[in-house]
């Protein structure tokens, strides 16, 4: 009974994201097919329109799971400590001197090493 209903609700997400499908592609066609139209009729129709196939979206399985895991990740993001505007600030500093650092470093063993094919080579 429960592979019954799943089966159900399966094909009925199936018949829904049809539905979402056909939305899109009629305001992308449509937004098209009007572009003597006043852009903002044209805009507003594309809007409304993505915002039923939104709408319908969220009433799949699938849709759903994705709702609440934006609703998790809102919460979790929360949960982050940001760092303040002067810590970001020295850590990009010390990124940079690092950076440099390294670049001084392989510049000179670059050099060091042209020297000793020269020398091997005779060029």
Known sequence: MTT???NQ???LDIVKWGIVI???AVAVVGNQMYSEASVVVRALGVIVAFAIAGFIALQTVKG???LAFARESHI?????VWPTRQEALNTTFIVLAATAVLALILWGLDALLLKIVNLITGV
């Not at 979790?76 to 982050?80: A, G, P, R, W, Y």
Request: charged share 30%.
């Open 4 to 6: 019954n209903t799943e």
């Open 9 to 11: 609700g399966s094909s």
């Open 22 to 24: 056909l939305l899109l």
């Open 64 to 66: 759903k799971q994705a």
């Open 76 to 80: 979790e993001v929360k949960k982050v």
